[in-house]
């Protein structure tokens, strides 16, 4: 896949598989929300700010301290699934920088703690999966979610991770496939409509890929980049049909060129 494919990738479903960085960076602080607000009392509301100094904490690169806030953190709540996986996160994103065994081990760890607090924490599951993708280990990745996936029969959200897996391993009819069960059973899932519009517009079905898109602006406007991709597939639908109807001879798929 290509950096731009990659990119895109990471704009539909909100971090690429292979990407730890975009995938930390861009979910974690929607993390701690998630994972916290399942947990009420005065402990977990200390867990809470825990976290979030040691999201910041990350973001400025210190590691070592955001560590340290986030171990704080699993003092006050033994059972923060967010914690365990905020402590993953770092130690993988320390594997990444200084490709120590011993770091991708402790976030393999850590991840696996994570989901034993929560099964369905979704970004313990996509950090494991990307864990798993990039020591070569891209079958296990698959199994686990689709090992998920079958222990939530009736929830999208596996589905959508799984779609994400599948394109970056480069089998774009799995991904679409995932997709269309996820809408099956969430037809207003924001994330599918995105990801399965982004699918058929590289295998060139644009119409498709335009009405999957409007469809997911109409459930949520708050969505500028895509309103803009939504412009441009627009424009470029709309000159394709132009041009074929102000040149009969391409439009009837001859050359204009010969007599």
Not at 6 to 32: C, D, M, Q
Not at 213 to 238: D, H, K, T
Request: aromatic share 6%; charged share 20%.
């Amino acid at each position: 896949m290509s950096s731009a494919q990659s990119e895109r990738t990471a704009n539909v479903y909100g971090a690429p598989i292979t990407n730890r960085e975009t995938t930390l960076i861009g979910k974690l602080a929607g993390i701690l929300v998630v994972g916290l607000v399942l947990a009420p009392g005065c402990a977990s509301m200390t867990a809470q700010s825990l976290n979030a100094e040691g999201v910041r904490l990350y973001q400025q690169a210190r590691y070592e301290e955001a560590l340290q806030r986030f171990g704080q953190a699993l003092i006050y709540d033994p059972n923060d699934a967010a914690a365990y996986y905020n402590i993953a996160a770092v130690y993988h994103r320390l594997g990444d920088l200084y490709h120590r065994p011993d770091d991708y081990g402790r976030a393999e760890s850590y991840y696996q703690l994570a989901l034993s607090k929560n099964p369905h924490h979704v970004p313990a599951r996509r950090g494991l999966a990307v864990l798993l993708v990039s020591q070569g280990r891209s079958t296990e990745a698959v199994a686990m979610l689709q090992n998920w996936a079958n222990s939530a029969p009736n929830w999208a959200e596996p589905k959508i991770e799984l779609a994400r897996l599948y394109e970056e391993l480069g089998d774009r009819s799995a991904a679409q496939k995932q997709l269309l069960e996820a809408l099956a059973l969430d037809p207003n899932n924001v994330r599918a409509l995105n990801a399965l519009g982004h699918l058929r517009e590289i295998e060139g079905q644009k119409q498709l890929a335009l009405a999957n898109y409007e469809q997911s602006l109409q459930l949520n406007r708050q969505q500028p980049e895509l309103a803009l991709r939504v412009a441009a597939l627009r424009n470029e639908i709309g000159l394709a049909q132009s041009g074929g109807r102000n040149n009969p001879a391409l439009a009837a798929g001859t050359s204009a060129q010969v007599r």
